[in-house]
């Protein structure tokens, strides 16, 4: 079995030619011996059109490892609170395996994570990574998580156990955390509460960052998957974020009345 896309020919290029078109531009070149050996990196999820260059610019800078790890909120409230995919994905610039011994590890490890396709069936926010990873990983391997509401005790549990699975893991894995910023806000509000978030990320402050986007009503759409991969990443030995870049769909649309805040952030 393998998962068929869902959003191909919406949110990305279905043609596999134009994809890789579309790829080209969007993820710069940049030498090997000038990318970061990362942790973990934060990601947008919209249409490439609005986000894309900030996708690509983001994960141009990370040495991506065969193994990625990516997480991403559920968007549909379909499947598992936390659904593990364990299918292979087909993807328009071609099939992407699942990298089934970390995948089997993490379910191991994990009191809480369960293997579960359903969650993943429609769901857009790791479907997008795929061809920004394949791009500059041509080995590549995932393991898909969606994750759906849970408390912040439950993150840290979560971040503790897929940080035993990582560490134990013989090779390099990278974690994506999925997210957009705030939601249908003029530009002047969604910046304003995006700074918020994103300098709690930039301080390495899970808390924080949990406690200010439901505090102040942030609609960060991946906060769970950000706050993981933070609490991890600490787990880890990470000592330092970088913002790549900060951006909105008024960027691409000209409307700045209604935008979506995008940000690309490398954890490491």
């Known amino acids: ?47 490439y059109v609005y986000s ?35 299918e292979d994905w087909r993807m328009p610039m071609g099939t992407v395996p699942v990298d089934r011994q970390l995948a089997a590890d993490i379910l191991r490890v994990s009191t809480s994570i369960v293997e579960d396709e359903e969650a993943h069936l429609l769901e857009h926010s790791l479907e997008v990574q795929v061809p920004f990873l394949q791009q500059v990983q041509p080995k590549l391997r995932i393991v898909p998580l969606v994750v759906s509401q849970i408390s912040f005790s439950q993150c840290r549990k979560v971040a503790q156990e897929l940080a035993v699975a990582i560490s134990n893991y013989e090779q390099p894995v990278l974690m994506v955390a999925s997210t957009d910023m705030s939601h249908y806000e ?38 769970i998957p950000t706050t993981i991969a933070l609490l991890a990443a600490l787990e880890l030995g990470a000592t330092k974020v970088e913002l790549v870049r900060y951006t909105d769909s008024g960027e691409a649309s000209g409307d700045t009345s209604q935008v979506v805040g995008y940000a690309g952030l490398i954890i490491s």
């Open 52 to 86: 894309g260059a900030t996708a690509g610019n983001t994960i141009s800078r990370v040495r991506v490892p065969e193994t990625v790890l990516i997480m991403g909120p559920n968007h549909h409230g379909r499947g598992a609170a936390l659904a593990l995919g364990t």
């Open 186 to 223: 003029s530009r002047q509000q969604a910046a304003q509460k995006d700074k918020m978030a994103i300098e709690h990320i930039l301080a390495l402050d899970p808390q924080g960052l949990y406690a200010t986007v439901i505090g102040q009503r942030i609609t960060m759409c991946g906060v």
């Open 1 to 47: 079995m393998t998962r068929m896309p869902s959003v191909a020919g919406r949110f990305y290029p279905g043609d596999p030619e134009h994809l890789r078109s579309a790829m080209e531009m969007l993820v710069p070149t940049v030498a090997e011996t000038d990318k970061i050996p990362a942790l973990a990196v934060v990601m947008p999820h919209a249409g």
